[in-house]
C-alpha cells in the first residue's frame, strides 16, 4: 500500500491497472539530462508532462503508485460517481412529489454501487494511459523518487538528470492525534472507496468538502450518518448563508449533525466503534460501524530527500514556492497540492501549466492570477470564484453584491430545485465582477459562466444584455446583472433629478 491505495486488485480491475500501473512495466533506460523531470503523476503532474512533452521537451515522468494520483483513485473521480449514485436514490424517494410514486422502496446493491464507480473510473483512466503518454514521448518511471543533488533525481537506483524539476507529489490525508483511534480503526479518502459492505452507522470527522459529500452521500445510500464537525459551520472557507444551507438540507436528509463539537477520546466496545465528543463542556458517545477522517490534506514532501536540491518546504503547508512557483532552488519548480492552499484538481492543473511555461519558455506568469472555480458537490452544490465579501474586506476593497434567490427562477422552479441562491459581488461604483458565490443545483456547471465572464473581463452592465436560454438555471446570473443596471439607472435617475431640483 502507499498513500493509502492498494497497488494490486484481482480480476474486473486488470484493464484499470494496465492503464495506470502496468505489472510488466520495465523503466526505460534515462534519457539523461532530461528538459524537465516531473515527480508524481496525478492531475498535475500529468497535465505538466503532457503539455511540455506536446511542446517538443524531454520529459521524465516519476510516479510510486498509480497515473491520476489522487484524483481518479481515490478522490473526485470516485466520490462523483458514488454521490451520483446516491442523488439517484434521493430522486427516487422524493419521485412522489413529482407525481411519479414509485411502487416500493427504493433498494441498494452495494456491490454494483461500488462496480460502477470502478468502471468509470477505469474508463476515464483511458485519457491519460501510459499508452497515452508515449505517444507524445513521455519517459515513465514507477518508482519513488528522491532527489540526489541540485541536478539529480533517483529512481530507486537509477539516477535520472534534469535541467528543470517539477514536484508535483500531491498531499494525503491528515489524521489526529486522537487517544484510542488507532485501536478501533478508521478510514479515510483512500480507503473508503474500498468499503465491501455499506456501513450500517458512518461517523464522520470534519465538515469540510470531503466530510460534508460524503456524508449526504452516504445518507442517501441509506447509512445513518453522524458528522462531527470543530468548527460552529461547515465548510468554513465557504460564506456563511451558503454552509447555513447546506446545513438545513442535510438535516432534512435525516444526517446527524454535531458542530461546535471535539471528538477527544475513540474506543471499541463489543465490536462497536465510539467516539467520545465534547460540546460546549457536554460529554457525547457517538456509535458507529465505520469512522471516516476527513479533516484536511497534508503535502507529500517527507521522502523525497528536498534538502539535497536546497528546496525549502514545510510539512504542514508544502514546498515554498514564490509567486512564479519556482521553489528555492530556481530550477525546481511545484504545482498542485504539494504547494498550493486550494487543493483541487483544475487548480492542480492550471498551476502545472504554469510552472511548464515558467520553467521551460522564459514565461513570468504569477499564480496569484490564476481565477479557480470550485464546487462541493453536495445538495444543493455549492460553488464560489474570485474574492469572498471578508476578502475584500480584508484587502480594504469596496465591495457590492448583488443577490437572486433561486426560488424566483422559473427553471429551479419547475424542476422543484429552488434553494440556493447566486450572489455577485462587484467592485462598489463600477461593474467589474470580483467573485461570485452560487448555492444550486448543477452550481459546478454555473460558476463556469462565472469563470468566462470574469476571465474576459465581462462587466455587469454588458452581461445583463446577453440573452440566456429559457428557462434555465443560468438566468440567475443574468436577473444578478438586470438587477444591478436597475440600481445602476435608478442612481442615475435619482443624480439626475437632484440636478434638476438643484436647477431651479
Ligand atoms: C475524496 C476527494 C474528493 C475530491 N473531489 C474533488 C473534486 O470534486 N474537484 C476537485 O477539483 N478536487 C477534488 N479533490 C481534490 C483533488 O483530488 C486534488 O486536489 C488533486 O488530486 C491534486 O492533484 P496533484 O497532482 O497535486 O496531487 P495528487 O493527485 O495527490 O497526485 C500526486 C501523485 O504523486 C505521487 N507521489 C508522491 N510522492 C512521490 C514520490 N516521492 N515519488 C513518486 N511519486 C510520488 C503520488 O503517488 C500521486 O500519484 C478531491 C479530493 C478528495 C480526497
Ligand atoms: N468538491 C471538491 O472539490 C472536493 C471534495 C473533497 C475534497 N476536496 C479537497 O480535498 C481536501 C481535503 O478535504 P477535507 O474536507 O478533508 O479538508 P478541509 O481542510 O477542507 O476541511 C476539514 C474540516 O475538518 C474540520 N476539522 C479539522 N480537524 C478536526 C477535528 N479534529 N475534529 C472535527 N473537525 C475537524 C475543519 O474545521 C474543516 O472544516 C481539501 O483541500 C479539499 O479542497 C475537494
Redesign the pocket.
Same mark, same amino acid.
Given at each position: 500500500m502507499? *498513500?493509502g491505495v492498494p497497488i494490486t486488485k484481482p480480476g474486473d480491475e486488470d484493464r484499470f491497472l494496465r492503464r495506470v500501473r502496468p505489472s510488466d512495466w520495465k523503466n526505460p533506460v534515462p534519457r539523461n539530462p532530461y528538459d524537465i523531470a516531473i515527480?508524481?503523476?496525478?492531475? +498535475?503532474?500529468l497535465e505538466a508532462a503532457e503539455y511540455a512533452a506536446r511542446l517538443g521537451f524531454s520529459v521524465a515522468l516519476?510516479? /510510486?503508485? /498509480?497515473l491520476g494520483?489522487? #484524483?481518479l483513485n481515490?478522490?473526485?473521480v470516485p #466520490?462523483?460517481a458514488i454521490i451520483c449514485t446516491a442523488r439517484v436514490c434521493s430522486t427516487m424517494r422524493d419521485a412522489e412529489a413529482f407525481g411519479a410514486p414509485i411502487p416500493s422502496a427504493p433498494s441498494l446493491d452495494f456491490d454494483k454501487v461500488m462496480a460502477r464507480m470502478r468502471r468509470i473510473r477505469t474508463r476515464i483512466s483511458g485519457y491519460h494511459s501510459v499508452h497515452e503518454l508515449a505517444e507524445p514521448g513521455v519517459d515513465i518511471f514507477f518508482g519513488?523518487? /528522491?532527489f540526489e543533488s541540485a541536478d539529480t533525481l533517483f529512481v530507486d537506483d537509477a539516477p535520472v538528470h534534469f535541467k528543470k524539476a517539477l514536484i +508535483?507529489?500531491? +498531499?494525503r490525508p491528515g489524521v489526529p492525534n486522537i487517544p484510542g483511534l488507532d485501536q478501533t480503526g478508521y478510514r479515510t #479518502?483512500a480507503t473508503i472507496f474500498e468499503m465491501a459492505a455499506l456501513p450500517t452507522r458512518l461517523a464522520i470527522i470534519g465538515g469540510g468538502p470531503?466530510g460534508c459529500e460524503m456524508a449526504q452521500a452516504f445518507c442517501g445510500l441509506g447509512s445513518h450518518v453522524t458528522i462531527v464537525q470543530n468548527d460552529p459551520k461547515f465548510l468554513p472557507r465557504e460564506e456563511r448563508d451558503a454552509a447555513e444551507i447546506l446545513s438545513r438540507s442535510m438535516a432534512r436528509d435525516g444526517v446527524d449533525i454535531r458542530l461546535n463539537t471535539t471528538v477527544v477520546g475513540a474506543r471499541r466496545v463489543n465490536g462497536i466503534k465510539i467516539l467520545e465528543t465534547v460540546n460546549n463542556d457536554v460529554k457525547g458517545d457517538i456509535q458507529a460501524d465505520e469512522i471516516l477522517l476527513s479533516i484536511g490534506r497534508v503535502p507529500?514532501v517527507e521522502?523525497?530527500n528536498l534538502a539535497a536540491a536546497g528546496v525549502t518546504f514545510d510539512e504542514d503547508h508544502g514546498i515554498k514556492v514564490d509567486d512564479f512557483l519556482r521553489s528555492t532552488n530556481p530550477n525546481v519548480y511545484a504545482a498542485? *497540492?504539494?504547494c498550493l492552499a486550494l487543493?483541487?484538481?483544475?487548480? +492542480?492543473q492550471s498551476s502545472a501549466r504554469m510552472a511548464v511555461r515558467n520553467a521551460l519558455m522564459q514565461a513570468q506568469q504569477r499564480q496569484s492570477s490564476l481565477v479557480i472555480p470550485?464546487c462541493t458537490?453536495c445538495d444543493p452544490e455549492i460553488a464560489h470564484i474570485g474574492l469572498h465579501v471578508w476578502e475584500a474586506r480584508q484587502q480594504s476593497i469596496p465591495i457590492k453584491s448583488f443577490t437572486v434567490m433561486m426560488h424566483d427562477v422559473d427553471r429551479a422552479i419547475t424542476d422543484g430545485r429552488d434553494t440556493g441562491f447566486v450572489k455577485i459581488h462587484i467592485s462598489e461604483g463600477s461593474d467589474r465582477i470580483l467573485g461570485a458565490t452560487i448555492v444550486s443545483s448543477r452550481a459546478s456547471e454555473l460558476i463556469n459562466e462565472m469563470a468566462v465572464i470574469m476571465s474576459a473581463g465581462i462587466g455587469m452592465k454588458a452581461l445583463a444584455e446577453v440573452a440566456h436560454t429559457y428557462p434555465a438555471q443560468s438566468e440567475a446570473i443574468l436577473l444578478a446583472a438586470q438587477a444591478y443596471t436597475r440600481n445602476f439607472d435608478e442612481a442615475a435617475k435619482r443624480a439626475a433629478s437632484g440636478n434638476a431640483d438643484n436647477g431651479k
Open positions: 502507499q *498513500d515527480v508524481g503523476a496525478g492531475p +498535475a503532474g516519476i510516479e /510510486r503508485n /498509480r494520483g489522487n #484524483s481515490a478522490g473526485s #466520490s462523483k519513488s523518487a /528522491r +508535483a507529489t500531491g +498531499a #479518502s470531503l507529500n521522502k523525497l498542485g *497540492d504539494v487543493k483541487f484538481t483544475n487548480a +492542480a470550485w458537490y
